[in-house]
């Protein structure tokens, strides 16, 4: 069945009950263009019979069950790509949605330029489960670069401070062959796809998928809770050092390493002078916003004590013979008032 198609889309499952739906209108888009794998290696619910069940019939999709594999999703997506036998490949989390475009956009660019390795586009905001009003995460173009050791360099720059940039690849279309195993970096993966998507691009480049849509869903407990700006402590050096600088050349990681932690190290103090004009910057604003406040408390005093005298004057008037004397007269006032309005607007 495989042979038929030229790219696979896994779809690893995990507790999927809530996401069937989704699941099942990714697979149908994709009929015709590509080999679906949807798999639940825990069978923790019956999401994959619910779905084998729905989409009975099609000649374009397998369902694989429990089985004996290490815990955990990293795990569950090597096993998918070892599993697969076409040219190009992709993960598509049970979570998110792509369209037919994506996929096929993605196969013709790969097909066209040898050189590059992943091709993927912007990722929009899911319709459901949206945690907040999220921006498109764009292409970064220097992923595109001839330079292997700017795009690492790139890739780990992204990491230091957005690291949605490295993060997107990991949904995008690539070439099977070659492509290295998501890394092992503890029970949570923690910077798995990063690091997998740092790695890919000492390999080649990525390109720009130009109309395919993909959307993702910002669930607190997707894999995006690593897509946070990483200091450069230990762990964090030690795993670029292990996955991605090894995977370049012998005769480039020298180079590569000096270029990449000089990076990283003006990118740190970039974001730090940012942080520090903003905290200036606040500590200004919260300096004149207490000034105005001061003022405006002062102000605020002198009026109600000026309002205090007014209502006192004007309750001693309104008691007074003069007040009682005049108030025909105030009435012939506001009648003489709305009479003109009414001519006016007649007129």
């Known amino acids: 069945m495989a042979a038929e198609h030229r790219v696979t889309v896994a779809v690893p499952l995990h507790r999927a009950g809530a996401w069937i739906e989704s699941v099942e209108r990714s697979v149908r888009a994709l009929g015709g263009s590509a080999h679906v794998i949807v798999s639940d290696a825990t069978g923790e619910d019956d999401a994959l019979e619910v779905l084998r069940g729905r989409l009975a019939g099609s000649a374009d999709c397998d369902f694989v069950g429990p089985r004996a594999i290490a815990a955990g999703w990293v795990a569950h997506c090597n096993d998918l790509l070892r599993r697969a036998a076409t040219p190009y490949f992709m993960w598509l989390p049970q979570d998110d949605a792509v369209d037919r475009a994506w996929v096929d956009e993605g196969a013709a660019l790969l097909d066209g330029d040898p050189g590059a390795v992943l091709a993927y586009g912007e990722i929009h905001a899911h319709d459901g489960g949206v945690l907040d009003a999220v921006e498109p995460i764009p292409v970064e173009p220097r992923f595109a670069a001839r330079d292997p050791i700017e795009r690492v360099a790139a890739a780990v720059a992204a990491m230091a401070t957005d690291g949605r940039l490295i993060g997107a690849p990991f949904r995008g279309v690539f070439r099977r062959e070659g492509a290295p195993l998501l890394p092992d970096t503890g029970p949570d993966g923690r910077w798995a796809d990063q690091l997998w998507a740092a790695s890919l691009l000492a390999h080649g480049r990525f390109e720009a ?139």
Do not use: N
């Not at 109309?211 to 030690?238: C, I, M, N, Q």
């Not at 050092?241 to 005769?251: E, G, K, N, S």
């Not at 004149?288 to 002062?298: I, K, Y």
């Open 209 to 347: 998928i130009p109309s395919g849509r993909y959307w993702k869903t910002w669930r607190e407990d997707a894999t995006h809770r690593a897509w946070v700006p990483l200091d450069s402590d230990g762990d964090f050096v030690e795993a670029v050092d292990r996955h991605v600088l090894r995977a370049l050349p012998a005769a480039m990681r020298d180079t590569a390493a000096r270029v990449l932690w000089q990076a990283d190290h003006a990118a740190q103090v970039d974001r730090a002078d940012a942080l520090r004009h903003a905290l200036v910057a606040a500590d200004e604003a919260a300096r004149v916003a207490t000034q105005r406040t001061a003022c405006v408390d002062g102000e605020l005093h002198g009026a109600r004590d000026e309002i205090a005298a007014l209502v006192r004057v004007i309750a001693s008037y309104e008691a007074s013979r003069s007040w009682r004397m005049t108030a025909p007269l105030r009435r012939g006032v506001a009648m003489v008032r709305r009479a003109r309005r009414r001519f006016l607007q007649r007129g």
